[in-house]
């Protein structure tokens, strides 16, 4: 007995020290080679396909030097500390990717050191913080001559951290950016302060974000609205708000077109932000804001509704209101649902903001295919543009179509022209001198009358998605601008400038970089709870306007009689029914709205507690399970 109680012993003793053992040379091997272990749904922590792509394709030695402070007081440390491992880890997965294509350097720019000048020189400047210390986080990119700097790493951008640097890495590899040209009367590219202005106090306008960061990878030219011809060099043109652009300016985009080059274009039936639009003289300023490329649309057999928008109860938008939160129908917080998953530009896209967006329709010309990048879901109606802010209204009548409804589409083949005729003469030379105007029009060169090889155009039905009050948010830390992306909007824009401009490398990983996971059940239970009501408010809607209506005839039948009509005992009697119906109705609907609020409330609980006790409901369950099994299987030994 006494010898097996010692070779039990012994073998545990070995046991214990083989496991210390094996745990030893697993902490000394994952001290050589590191290894992580991603297991976020969408990789976010692995270098993306795109990334990787970038590094493959690097012909010259690329470095990276990161300036990263160690020093100062403890705040300023755990500032930096967590967040400057986190940069450390990706850094080394870019390193090892790049297979010695990637020099990583890592300095710490101490105060009055040679780390300090070299930062200066590279563009990263240091940020001081609450507490008065100077700390840095940046990165400068070189390869070459070329030298890009990321000159502060915010922890608000760590989702767009991979982007920012393979975006660096691009640019530094191949310092040529790729020429598109901007079509728009809007200010998106800022208005500097004159002064004027600053006699007035008033500040300059910077440009929106989203010109801001297409600069950041291509060559962005302001062509304004009028148009003879766009330049030989420019491959890509982004059309935003065409309101009432010119003949020659359309014949130009034609032409564009015809000769192989490719245009994303942004229209709208109802642009909110449109400075014409916001005049106090006359509000009805603000409903003359449609634009659109009808000449173009129809020679492409495309058809875009200017006088309504689309509301749809599956991606309502929750807004602030005079009676405080409702969700607006008509301002969309698009879902993955919304966006085809066929197109690279779209295919990881996941939400967007779109506000009184309309749609387009009709069947594609010959030689073109029509694919829709965005559309409704069914439960969702065309409504007039001029009741689209008019929320509870839309919601009382609202009566779903049954049927998707596009708000993006890429249209693809060879175009055929916009202009049989030729170059539209200019007007002023047919009223003055219609000889020189037609030796004029001889000495143009021939206008193309059907493209020679395939094209591609993509329309969106929205320019509002596009201002920076429906796409980020601007914040200021330690004086330096930060934008958070709010949604997919950029993303989306960006996506498809760089489908079109050619290089798609940087789409998957800035699709990534905004992925959201939003409540779609309880949006979905949300609008059905609202569906089953409908009918009981419409019918208490209408109950309660006509015992109103009726009243009100009552008694502006006495005041039109100048106090002389008298009621008869039998109206007075109908007008105290009336005003009992009123009360009683309006009771009511106060009960069916509570009601329905409580459901809504009730679903949005019920999920919530299925999605936070529910897993760990399982995992006790499956404990319990794991437990019985090994009781019986004790007891068998």
């Not at 070189?142 to 790493?153: H, I, K």
């Not at 306008?205 to 766009?230: C, R, Y």
């Not at 949005?604 to 009781?631: D, P, Q, S, Y």
Request: aromatic share 6%.
């Amino acid at each position: 007995m006494k010898s097996n109680k010692n070779v039990s012993f012994l073998f545990s003793t070995v046991g214990v020290i083989v496991m210390l053992a094996i745990v030893a040379a697993v902490c000394l091997l994952s001290n050589v080679y590191k290894v992580r272990m991603d297991f976020t749904e969408d990789r976010l922590f692995t270098l993306s396909q795109g990334t990787k792509d970038i590094l493959a394709n690097l012909d010259t030695p690329v470095e990276l030097r990161f300036y990263c402070s160690q020093g100062g007081s403890e705040a300023a440390q755990l500032f930096v500390k967590n967040y400057s491992r986190n940069v450390d880890d990706l850094l080394k997965e870019y390193s090892k990717a790049a297979k010695g294509m990637l020099r990583v350097k890592r300095y710490n720019p101490e105060p009055d050191s040679d780390a300090e000048d070299m930062a200066h020189a590279d563009g990263v400047e240091g940020q001081t913080i609450n507490t008065g210390d100077t700390i840095y986080m940046g990165i400068a990119i070189s390869c070459l001559d070329n030298t890009v700097a990321l000159p502060f790493l915010s922890p608000t951008r760590e989702r767009l951290l991979e982007y920012d640097i393979s975006r660096a890495i691009a640019r530094v590899a191949s310092p040529d950016k790729v020429k598109v040209g901007v079509v728009t009367d809007l200010p998106v590219f800022g208005m500097e302060m004159n002064p004027m202005m600053m006699q007035m106090q008033q500040r300059g306008m910077p440009a929106w974000t989203f010109i801001s960061e297409l600069k950041s990878d291509f060559e962005v030219v302001d062509l304004g609205t009028n148009l003879e011809e766009i330049p030989e060099d420019i491959q890509t043109v982004i059309v935003i708000h065409p309101k009432n652009l010119s003949d020659s300016t359309l014949f130009a985009l034609d032409q564009f077109i015809l000769r192989g080059g490719r245009m994303l274009a942004y229209v709208d039936p109802l642009f909110r932000l449109d400075p014409a639009g916001q005049s106090q003289q006359n509000p009805m300023a603000q409903y003359d804001t449609a634009s659109t490329l009808e000449k173009l649309f129809t020679a492409w057999g495309i058809t875009f509704d200017t006088t309504r928008v689309i509301a749809d109860k599956n991606y309502p938008t929750t807004l602030g209101s005079q009676t405080g939160q409702a969700e607006f129908i008509t301002v969309l917080s698009l879902t993955a649902d919304a966006f085809s998953e066929a197109n690279i530009a779209t295919s990881q896209v996941d939400s967007a903001l779109m506000a009184f967006a309309g749609t387009f329709s009709g069947t594609p010309a010959d030689g073109l295919t029509k694919t829709t990048l965005i559309k409704s879901s069914t439960n969702s109606q065309l409504v007039d543009k001029m009741l689209s802010e008019r929320n509870q209204i839309l919601n009382r009548d609202f009566q779903a179509s049954n049927k998707e409804h596009d708000l993006a589409v890429m249209l693809t083949g060879k175009f055929k022209t916009a202009f049989p005729d030729g170059k539209p003469a200019k007007a002023e030379a047919k009223d003055d001198d219609d000889k020189d105007a037609d030796e004029a029009k001889a000495a143009d060169k021939p206008a193309l009358k059907e493209a020679t090889k395939e094209g591609a155009v993509v329309l969106v039905g929205d320019v509002d998605m596009l201002h920076d009050n429906f796409s980020v948010r601007v914040t200021s830390i330690f004086g330096q601008r930060i934008v958070q992306p709010l949604n997919g909007n950029l993303t989306l824009a960006q996506n498809i400038t760089e489908q079109l401009a050619g290089n798609s490398s940087l789409i998957n990983m800035r699709s990534r970089a905004t992925m959201n996971r939003p409540f779609t059940k309880i949006q979905e239970y949300r609008a059905r709870a609202e569906q089953q009501y409908q009918s009981q408010l419409m019918d208490l809607e209408n109950r309660l306007n006509e015992a109103r209506t009726k009243i009100s005839e009552l008694q502006r039948a006495k005041t039109d009689g100048s106090q002389k009509f008298i009621l008869s005992d039998e109206q007075k009697a109908e007008l105290a029914n009336f005003r009992k119906s009123e009360a009683e109705t309006a009771k009511k609907l106060k009960e069916v709205r509570k009601n329905l609020r409580k459901d809504i409330t009730s679903l949005e609980n019920n999920l919530t507690w299925i999605n936070t006790a529910g897993m760990a409901f399982v995992v006790v369950l499956v404990g319990i399970v794991i437990a019985i099994i090994k009781r019986k299987r004790t007891a068998a030994k």
